[in-house]
């Protein structure tokens, strides 16, 4: 019976386009005042009209890339072994169903580490320059797609225990 795994299939691929979505945005910081608009994200900067990649690249940011990028890797394999699921049961002697639950709460564990990191830094460079930066939708994504991530994982294991 396919029908427990739709919702789990749903909530991994909702949790992964969530993640994407932030991963290649750049609304992750946005300042506002009234001459100068300008925000950013983990790959460019633009101001006003114009963009432009990083010069140098912080190792907060490296490092929130690196784990936004392993947890994009750990969420496909959670949604493409849930799709799988549907036309075979296993996978050598794993159950297709744990291989997605254990990509679901790695790409989980993975978002929130490169979420706190960059929170964290964030924070931190507020405090020196007591800017006007806020965060914007890009960030709120990203955070938004680690409990959908471990929601999914629950939600795996739950219907793999169930049948």
């Given amino acids: 019976m396919a029908s427990p795994r739709i919702p789990c299939t749903a909530l991994a691929l909702l949790s992964l386009l969530l993640l994407l979505a932030a991963l290649g945005s750049n609304h992750w910081l946005v300042t506002s005042s009234s001459r100068l608009s300008s925000y950013s994200g983990l790959w460019k900067v633009c101001v006003n009209s114009g963009c432009w990649t990083f010069a140098a690249v912080p190792d907060y940011l490296s490092s929130t890339r690196a784990f936004l990028l392993l947890a994009g890797v750990a969420g496909c394999v959670s949604f493409f072994a849930?799709?799988?699921?549907?036309?075979?049961?296993?996978?050598?002697?794993?159950?297709?169903?744990?291989?997605s639950a254990v990509g679901s709460f790695g790409a989980g564990l993975c978002t929130m580490i490169a979420m706190a990191v960059y929170t964290g830094e964030f924070a931190a460079a507020v405090t020196i320059t007591q800017g006007q930066v806020t965060f914007g939708w890009s960030f709120g994504l990203g955070w938004a797609s680690f409990p959908l991530f471990l929601i999914t994982g629950v939600v795996t294991l739950h219907t793999l225990r169930s049948s």
């Avoid at 849930?82 to 291989?99: D, H, T």
């Fill in 82 to 99: 849930l799709v799988a699921s549907f036309f075979r049961s296993r996978l050598g002697s794993m159950s297709l169903s744990q291989v």
